[in-house]
């Protein structure tokens, strides 16, 4: 393969801006896909994006244009999937950095542009959705060529829809995205892997940028960090499928079946190269840190080895997943998960649930504090119910956020307000051209996370968006807020809140369960204690329930199988932890168990 002829490059944006719109315009255009197999975003090839209309994946396919060889990665907008984004630019040498001309640049446009510059791709501004009676065209190609500095012919201008500009955008892929750049280093393979698939009969298959050297079929290969040598069965590119090719050169992105099925051994971001080779690891990436953590358990705990295997098999589409195997005396034994945010937590569990025919349940997401105690040992706490008793707690610091926001300018005070009211401190803000307004802002996850995404929504009707970064941690005044009833406390229904808002968390958790708890044969206190104090309490009174009552006459064995079932239901309660009050299971699960709405 005549290296001057390859162009790797990406398709980078905020969420919805026509990414994968325009790479079907563009594999249109060069005939990678027959017209029969062609539809709408045809790379979000999952069930899951295509009912959501949302990239979750990035998804690599090769293309011809003329001599011109084209390996394009499309890339998901939403900002709770930026780690694919990062690792699709470790492969690339150019973005096609898009931005729908009905809305302008909106915060993961200056998210996404950041770490295309950080890893020195060649940047092609693209105005998308130009076919739209909405679009601003000269607007937002002004606000273009304020952003990147560059002229204005360097814009280009794209539809979709009826593929207007494509042709000149192929040109323009052609012109400004550099070839690869091969270090000669003879004849060593080396190359980054980026992603991965399995299949049950070839094990697992690495997604590669190829950096030196040629892979072969056959070929004794090594993984650097697992440091697993396995034996190549086949190497190929996307077409999208993956689809068998002679051999992977310098320069190539591609795959390599490693026939490898334990999962657990291959990571993204480990090098790939020849056994024998001398040649050092490439840099790789970092594995995201997670933002925020659920417990995720099968409703039935013989599901546990299978929701074991299932996790494990789903990280390999999804190398941003992490999880430990814990255990709740309530649940039973499950894992604690971490996610990239809440959009994040909602497609794994979609997953999990759909793809693996599992029934789990969820529990309410929460963010990680770090706690110093007062003989100065430090630990991550990311489970409620493990955070230490305030008399044993010299300080905790928690992780800060910068916020990005670009919003209508109608809607700066009740966003001010918005911010104000989950401890945001703006640190800028900007005007654009159109009059809207860019905002930066500095707060605690814990407030980001506090439905802070839906309020911004509501205010600005949709026309804000979102992005952000996470900052060191900062020191935090958050308390451990415990739920009792019957004067025992209920771990599950522990929380960490900050100091200010604790008596209105405390006030809301006890109305709710004094709402949906059942009454119980005698007066049950329901109460909220933070820092050993009890902070707010409601009583139930008592009800008088007799299971056989309605029972007369002489049905003995119908009378015998209801107190069999009673007393079966009190050895439940009293493995729920509080030994006289019976938690039924759907109380339980409304007080634990995430919600989407
Ligand atoms: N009018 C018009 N609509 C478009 C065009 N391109 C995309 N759309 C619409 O915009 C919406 C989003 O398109 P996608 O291609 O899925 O956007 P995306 O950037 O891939 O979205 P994510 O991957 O989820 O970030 C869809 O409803 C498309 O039909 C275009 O050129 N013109
Ligand atoms: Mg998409």
Redesign the pocket.
Known sequence: MNLSHIRNFSII??????????ADRLLERTNTIPARLMR??VL?RMDLERER???IKMQPVRMRYGEYILNLI?T???IDFSYEVSRALHAVEGVLL?VDATQGVQAQTLTTLAAARAQKCVIIPVL?????PAARIDDVTTELIQLLNVPKEDILA?????GEGVDELLEAIVARVPPPHVADKGDLARGLVFDFSYSTHRGIAVYLRVFDGTFRAGDKLRFHAAGREFSALETGIFTPEETPALSLSAGEIGYIVTGIKEPGVVAVGDTVSAAKGSLPALAGYERPRPVVWASVYPEDQNDLPDLRKALLRLRLSDSSLSFEEESSGVLGRGFRCGFLGLLHLEIVTERLKREFALRLIVTIPTISYRVTRINGSQETVYTPAKFPDHGDIKGIEEPWAIVTIIAPSATTSALVQLLYEHEGEISATETYPDGRVELRAEMPLRELMRGFFDKLKNISSGYASLSYEILPLRSADVQRLDVLVAEEPVPAFARVVASRRVEEEAEKMVERLHAILPRQLFTTKIQARAMGRIISSRTLSAARKDVTGYLYGGDVSRKKKLLEKQKRGKKKLLERGTGRVNIPEEVFMKMVQASYE
């Open positions: 944006a905020h969420v919805d801006h026509g990414k994968s719109t325009l709408d975003q979000d209309g949302i990239t499309d998901p907008g939403h898009l998308s959705k130009i076919d739209s794209v539809s979709g829809k009826s």
